[in-house]
């Protein structure tokens, strides 16, 4: 018997033939936690995939003019941030409920799949990492665990040097903030930068960066939660 | 010993008392260090392997599915982890909790420490009288018994003062949050030379350093040997007889020598039957203060209730009853079995009565505080609720409705406690209480049976 890693509450199955012949998945969440997740759809930005009514958003605009070349090349992200997944976050990432991240598994790598293991023929994923206070205080870094999720996963190869937490800047804070990241390998191959949440695109932006710089071919960012 | 003694004695009583992580202790990795070798700070294991299963040290969960794994970053080790209590910070196989087992703080002795003026009525002070004594000789438990409205509160204060006077620390623990924002104010008032802090979910102070801790039960896991006096009213509430952890926790609260308290207007079977086996000592309060008898809820059965109920529509006779009322000034309680029904009956209330103030309150509304003020300030006149406030809660002159009184979350217990709701003032002390149902449940006949046993026992015919 499996328990929704949300509410706890017990799941039950219709046992049907599919299950017996095939390898299904099980659920991680119940039904009702399940709905209360919504997943990006209809008419969406095709650089950062927020909803939106243009090709290309107002934001994604302003980075176009920004930097000559924008070093990301997109960026997909899964859900919208709704109060849930605000709820889901605090507890999986502030609190440390690691397993939480099993929640999302199912839909992130169907998704993942879909974006770029059919499109791309060799490629690498990476988490953004955290910087080494940060992930004494947690105890493990959250982008880490969604890559692992995904196949191609390397650990990273980025490193990170310690500032503020990008959730209490404002949103010029962050644009205007220095990059934070250092090289320590390079890398020759298109590369998936995996994260939590895209907010404004400044963290994926200063890693993209650096990755180009050092003759990485192409940038993508995947991240659970569009913000 | 010389960093003993330069504790500041504040920081003794954040410590004393609890079980605590590391980052939870207010101390530098020195003082730490030196305190761990002295034996005063001894560290336990957060997370016990038992013969078939594994039980956290500080919630006693001990359910499979509220355990997780982590891949530690530290340590590069997997690390067991209870994600039943991680809202207080995770307790993983990686950390310890740690107790203090030096000098106990010393609380103040308040020579009348009680600043209430009311006057106990005779059965009060009976009940009251017990309570001291029990404290007085460290009886193991007693449970008071007492109908809704009987003012059990305080019932309590000879008890607390009593205790104050020895300079005894004192935890009054409920499992609703609603029932401590209700008791601080009331207990400040009461107790106003005493330090007291309410603890619960989103409160600001979570430091526990008073005397008197007014907290949900909950928040008693951070706690371990820590009062002479545990009161817990409610316990029949909702989650304590469910959940298996929450009594551990609060035992473990009281120091082995110390009293516990039980407060209930319905005690479960359980403690029923200790009572009649005598195991359990009790004293029962028949009558509310006010001398009248408890309203006993009449039954209307409603032909169309679920249908209705499905098209978030009220049954013909509920409506007839709202507008033939006696006395219809009185605001209106309406208790429903869902949030989402809570929600849509007061739009559809609003749309019939656009001119009746309307409001829908439940345990997800983040509004829920506020709105149980206006409430109670006469600002709402009928108010949709769930069952987060069948108890605990006081509004002086109100009607009681329960639209399908035969869901299953409303059992007998809670029957009784929400008719318990209405008549509570000595100035309009029979409001109306009426179950609207498609069909009589045992618990509700139980409940107007038991209510009628207690008028019965307080003396009304």
């Known amino acids: 018997m499996s328990h929704c890693l949300w509410c706890d509450q017990a799941i039950t199955y219709q046992a049907t033939w599919r299950h017996l012949l095939t390898l299904m998945e099980r659920a991680t969440l119940c039904e009702p936690c399940q709905t209360k997740l919504t997943l990006l759809t209809g008419k969406q930005c095709q650089k950062c995939s927020r909803e939106s009514e243009t090709d290309i958003c107002l934001d994604c605009h302003y980075w176009i003019k920004e930097l000559d070349t924008d070093p990301l090349t997109a960026n997909i992200s899964v859900f919208s941030y709704n109060e849930q997944m605000r709820e889901m976050i605090a507890k999986w990432k502030y609190r440390g409920d690691y397993e939480l991240v099993h929640a999302f598994r199912h839909v992130f790598v169907k998704m993942f799949n879909k974006h770029f293991s059919t499109q791309l023929k060799d490629f690498a994923v990476i988490p953004i990492p955290l910087s080494e206070m940060r992930l004494y205080e947690r105890g493990f870094n959250q982008a880490d665990a969604l890559a692992r999720l995904l196949p191609r996963y390397q650990p990273s190869i980025l490193q990170r040097l310690h500032s503020e937490k990008q959730a209490k800047k404002s949103r010029y804070e962050r644009i205007q903030s220095k990059n934070p990241f250092n090289l320590v390998e390079t890398i020759n191959k298109p590369v998936i930068l995996v994260d939590d949440i895209y907010t404004t695109g400044t963290t994926l932006r200063h890693a993209a960066t650096l990755l180009r710089r050092q003759g990485c071919p192409k940038v993508y960012g995947y991240t659970l939660v569009r913000g | ?461």
């Not at chain 2, 016990?48 to 530690?72: D, I």
């Open chain 2, 1 to 461: 010993m010389n960093e003993k003694l330069s504790l500041n004695p504040k920081v003794i009583k954040q410590i004393a008392g609890k079980r605590l992580l590391r980052k939870e202790l207010p101390l530098d990795e020195q003082t730490y260090r030196s305190l761990i070798q002295m034996n005063i700070l001894q560290p336990i294991q957060s997370i016990v392997k038992k013969a078939f299963h594994y039980e956290c040290q500080r919630c006693h969960n001990t359910k499979r599915s509220l355990f997780g794994m982590y891949p530690c970053a530290l340590c590069n080790r997997m690390h067991r982890y209870c994600r039943k209590c991680i809202a207080m910070g995770r307790v993983s196989d990686c950390e310890r909790l740690y107790e203090w087992h030096g000098p106990e703080p010393i609380w103040s002795i308040h020579e009348q420490p009680c600043t209430w003026d009311g006057e106990l009525t005779l059965e009060q002070k009976k009940a009251a009288e017990r309570i001291v004594t029990a404290i007085q000789f460290k009886e193991k438990e007693i449970l008071s018994y007492a109908v809704c409205g009987s003012g059990k509160t305080e019932m309590l204060f000879p008890g607390m003062s009593y205790a104050l006077q020895q300079g005894m620390r004192l935890c009054i623990a409920t499992p609703r949050t609603d029932v401590v924002r209700e008791l601080t104010p009331r207990l400040r008032q009461a107790f106003q030379s005493v330090s007291i802090q309410a603890l619960y979910g989103g409160s600001q102070d979570k430091s526990g350093t008073a005397q008197l801790i007014i907290s949900t039960t909950h928040q008693l896991f951070r706690y371990s040997d820590a009062f002479d006096v545990v009161m817990v009213d409610e316990v029949d509430a909702f989650p304590y007889h469910k959940d298996m952890s929450l009594p551990i926790a609060t035992k473990r609260a009281l120091k082995p020598s110390g009293t516990m308290v039980y407060l209930t207007a319905t005690p479960r079977d359980e403690q029923k039957k200790k009572i009649e086996r005598q195991q359990l000592p009790h004293i029962f309060v028949a009558r509310r203060y006010h001398n009248h008898p408890l309203p006993v809820p009449k039954l209307k059965f409603a032909f169309s209730l679920q249908k209705n109920l499905v098209n978030n529509q009220f049954p013909k006779s509920f409506l007839r009853w709202y507008s033939t009322r006696k006395h219809d000034t009185r605001q209106v309680l309406v208790f429903v079995p869902t949030i989402q029904l809570a929600k849509s009956l007061e739009q559809t209330f609003n749309t019939i009565y656009p001119e009746i103030k309307s409001s829908a309150v439940h345990s997800e509304d983040s509004n829920r505080e506020e709105k149980v003020y206006l409430y109670r300030q006469k600002k709402i006149d009928i108010l949709f609720t769930t069952t987060i406030l069948e108890r605990g809660v006081t509004f002086p002159a109100i009607d009681v409705a329960i639209l399908h009184a035969g869901h299953h979350v409303f059992d007998e217990a809670a029957l009784v406690q929400i008719a318990g709701r209405a008549g509570r003032s000595p100035d309009d002390p029979d409001g109306e209480v009426v179950f609207f149902h498609d069909g009589k449940t045992e618990a509700m006949v139980q409940a107007i049976y038991a209510i009628e046993a207690m008028n019965k026992r307080g003396g009304f015919t």
